[in-house]
Each structure stands twice: as structure tokens, then as C-alpha cells.
């Protein structure tokens, strides 16, 4: 059991004022300046800028925030990948991720 696997999901309506935010970040600067550089935030491999999509480093369910220090490139691979775990298991997947050094990726 861990703890950080404990929690209580965010307000539907917090929710929805996350997701609304997210998607107007997406359009800034800010954030065209985040694909551009073309590296997923958590394995390193490069990426297509249109290939990128726009990760909550800690979930809205979880409480996080759409806000510029929550909010990460990511490839499609791992976009799933840490969908299907919990953020224990995905901080373990991520530290083997930049161990291999995200080389040898497609
Ligand atoms: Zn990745």
C-alpha cells in the first residue's frame, strides 16, 4: 500500500476550470516554445512537435494545477504509459527512462 496511491478525487467543476486553462496554455507562447524544442519531458527522446501533447506532471483528479510549473511535453508513448500507472510506479518508470538515456527510441 502507498500512501501517495491515496487520494480523493478533485471537484468535477475544479476539474473542468483545469482542463479549460490547459487548453488556453496551449495556445501560448509559452507553450509553442515547450514543443518547439521537440524532447519528451520524461524519457528525452525526440519528438515531433506535433507529436507532443500536453502532460499534468501531478493529475487534475489529483489536484493538480493547469499552471506552467504542472504542465510538460510529452510523447504519446508516455502519455499512455503513465496512464496506466501510479504516479509511484511512474516516477520508478521515469528514472529507468532517463537511465537509458532516451537514446534507441523510435
Ligand atoms: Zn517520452
Redesign the pocket.
Known sequence: MNLDDLFVPADPEVMERERLKAKELKRSAWWKSQIGRGV??????R?HPSELTMDHVVPVIRGGRSARDNLVP??Q???REKRCLSSSQWRIRVEE?RAAG?EG?S
Open positions: 519528451c519531458h520524461y524519457c528525452g527522446s519528438v510529452a510523447c508513448a508516455c502519455n527512462k532516451g527510441r
